[in-house]
Each structure stands twice: as structure tokens, then as C-alpha cells.
């Protein structure tokens, strides 16, 4: 079964600084791999996503990520946070064939210190 | 509609009573999920809906729960005889059928048993 690792639950971050969060994910395969954005009461946003090709995506607000094979990471990654970017982050895993959902990580909580 | 639709987006129950949630997903999207956001938690996985095909519904936490997909279009998820542990964030996400596709999130119902 595929699974998926988010090891920080907490960030902290200083506005204008660089911002890492870390994804692991577990899957015989090359997955399609996501990252959402979750404000304070909304729904999930699509930050950008990874199906093949430059492993390295571009995504909305300035967020990239790199998919490593090697390292069954996809590391989510801004040069320099703004306060709007406090939020909760999730990494997902798909497998599109028969039957298969959506498995999303626990989340990291990212906060903003002006 | 512009987007996935829930509602309602707020239900409060008492301990006991069956609740419905429905789902307006995207025109034209075949594939549509419920996931449970607890409080403080991730997102888990509860039923798929891929066209015709029998839903997975290996996500449900128990007999309670059930979810239907009318016409391939609304979805409706319900929960018989509520407990405290029922209570959580709702999430509705449709999906184009084809790969290479994302999900799009509703803004889910929160629903609280009293």
C-alpha cells in the first residue's frame, strides 16, 4: 500500500526567510505527487503537482518542488516566506488506475513570525 | 458550477441522529472522493467513486457510514446514528477520469455531534 510521510508537523519560520517542507512517500512506482495548501477553514488548494518529466515543478505563490526517486522524496520549497503563506501543507500520493484514492500525508503546520 | 460544492457547510447534530452531506462535484468529472479531517489531523480517505465502476469503500470506518453517487454526478454521504467521534470536517474532492489530472477540493461541512 502506498504511504505518505510528512516528519514535521510544526515549522516555524521567520517572514522573508527560505522555507523547506519535507515528503517521503512510499510506492513501488513512480507516483503522480502533489502538494495542497489548506488556510484556517477552507478546502485544499492545489499548490503544484509532479506526473513525469523535469523533476523539478513549478507551482502557484512561488512554491517549488523536487521529486527525487532516489530518495522517494518530493520536498516542497519557497526562497523567501510571506506571512500569507501560514497555512497547513499536505503531500499526496496517487496512483491513477482502478480503484485507487488519493493518499495524502498528516499535514506540517507552517507559521510566519513577522 | 465554477467548483466542487458542498453542503451544508456547517451541521450540528445530536448523538443518535442520521446526517446527510452532499456533494456537487465538477462537471464532468467522473471520479469523485470523501475524506475526514479530524481535528488537529490528516486527511483519511473514506469512499471513490470512479464512473460506473463499484466505489472503494475501503476507507468507511464502520457500518454506519455509506455514500452514494447519483447519475455519476452528486454524491451523497450519510451517516446513521452519529457518535462524538463522528465529528470532523467533511471533504468532498472530483477529479477528471483521465491520468495526469489533480483533484479539486470542496470547502467541506464541518460537522459537530452534540
Known amino acids: 500500500a502506498q504511504s505518505v510521510t510528512q516528519p514535521d508537523i510544526h515549522i516555524t519560520v521567520s517572514e522573508g526567510a527560505s522555507l523547506e517542507l519535507r515528503c517521503n512517500y512510499s510506492y513501488g512506482a513512480t507516483p503522480y505527487l502533489f502538494w495542497y495548501v489548506q488556510s484556517p477553514g477552507q478546502g485544499l488548494q492545489l499548490l503544484l503537482k509532479y506526473f513525469s518529466g523535469d523533476t523539478l515543478v513549478q507551482g502557484i505563490k512561488g512554491f517549488e518542488a523536487e521529486f527525487k526517486r532516489s530518495q522517494s522524496s518530493f520536498n516542497l520549497r519557497k526562497p523567501s516566506v510571506h506571512w500569507s503563506d501560514a497555512a497547513e501543507y499536505f503531500c499526496a500520493v496517487a496512483r491513477y488506475n482502478a480503484g485507487n484514492m488519493l493518499t495524502f500525508g498528516g499535514g506540517t503546520r507552517l507559521m510566519v513570525k513577522p | 458550477g465554477a467548483g466542487v460544492s458542498q453542503s451544508p457547510s456547517n451541521k450540528v447534530t445530536e448523538k443518535g441522529k442520521d446526517v446527510e452531506l452532499r456533494c456537487d462535484p465538477i462537471?464532468?468529472?467522473?471520479?469523485l472522493y470523501w475524506y475526514r479531517q479530524s481535528l488537529g489531523q490528516g486527511l483519511e480517505f473514506l469512499i471513490y467513486f470512479q464512473g460506473n465502476s463499484a466505489p472503494d469503500k475501503s476507507g468507511l470506518p464502520s457500518d454506519r457510514f455509506s455514500a452514494e453517487r447519483t447519475g455519476g454526478s452528486v454524491s451523497t454521504l450519510t451517516i446513521q446514528r452519529t457518535q462524538q467521534e463522528d465529528s470532523a470536517v467533511y471533504l468532498c474532492?472530483?477529479?477528471?477520469?483521465?491520468?495526469?489530472?489533480?483533484?479539486?477540493f470542496g470547502q467541506g461541512t464541518r460537522l459537530t455531534v452534540v
Open positions: 474532492a472530483s477529479r477528471p477520469g483521465t491520468v495526469n489530472t489533480e483533484a479539486f
Open positions: 462537471s464532468g468529472h467522473t471520479a
